[in-house]
């Protein structure tokens, strides 16, 4: 089975903070994701990642960004925290392989900004 | 329009009834289709993945796809209270492309 593993399930940060959130997988898949989920709005991607040292933005990729130094590791960053960032985060990966695969999830992490 | 639409619920089923869940989609170039469940403070799992036109199951799970409608249905049979959560259509372009598009979900309740 696919492990994707969040650096932590909550968080509680101040406005103006920078802020880390890592994700780890260990299944050498090419791709990775962060989205944040709230209510009524689904899921939103922000960031995505299909090798190293590469990355694409999402939809929603004002105030954030990510770094990929290695392959299993995908961390979002946030600039300079601001209470409207206050979300679930989630992170997935998927193997780019041949034919079409699903995105595989980690446990989420609950970011509140004060 | 929405690129993936889902009626929001919340849908509720008697346990043992057939609990059907519906999608549409506007791209018409969508190669794959995902239906991911998720409970209440937790991180979407994927139940099944379908790619061609017809029907898919998997135990209790079968996913209809029909590209020509840009519809794509699942179906739930003898639903169990534990089947109780909101559950996700995801559309993929498919090829090279990566993103995948989730829709805003739809909450399943199955009364005992």
């Known amino acids: 089975d696919v492990k994707v593993t969040q650096s932590s399930r909550y968080l509680v940060k101040r406005t103006g903070e920078k802020v880390f959130l890592e994700c780890v997988q260990d299944?050498?898949?090419?791709?990775m994701f962060w989205y944040r989920q709230d209510p009524g709005l689904g899921l939103r991607l922000i960031y995505f990642?299909?090798?190293?040292?590469?990355?694409e933005k999402g939809d929603i990729p004002e105030g954030y960004s990510v770094s990929r130094e290695k392959k299993e590791r995908f961390s979002l960053i946030l600039e300079s925290a601001s209470t409207n960032q206050t979300s679930m985060y989630l992170c997935?990966?998927?193997?780019?392989?041949?034919?079409?695969?699903?995105?595989?999830f980690g446990d989420g992490t609950r970011l509140s900004i004060l | 329009q929405k690129e993936v639409e889902q009626n929001s619920g919340p849908l509720s089923v008697p346990e043992g009834a057939i609990a059907s869940l519906n999608c549409t989609y506007s791209?018409?170039?969508?190669?794959?289709f995902f239906w991911y469940r998720q409970y209440s403070g937790k991180s979407p799992e994927l139940i099944m993945s379908?790619?061609?036109?017809g029907d898919k199951e998997d135990g209790r799970f079968t996913a209809q796809l029909n590209k020509a409608s840009q519809y794509v249905s699942l179906l739930i049979r003898d639903s169990q209270p534990s089947d109780s959560a909101t559950y996700l259509c995801?559309?993929?372009?498919?090829?090279?492309?990566?993103?995948?598009?989730f829709g805003t979900g739809t909450k399943l309740q199955v009364i005992p």
């Open positions: 997935a990966c998927r193997n780019r392989g041949i034919g079409n695969q699903p995105q595989h």
């Open positions: 299944m050498d898949h090419e791709n």
């Open positions: 990642s299909y090798d190293v040292k590469m990355k």
């Open positions: 791209d018409r170039g969508s190669q794959s």
């Open positions: 379908i790619y061609s036109n």
């Open positions: 995801a559309v993929n372009r498919g090829g090279g492309y990566q993103k995948v598009t």
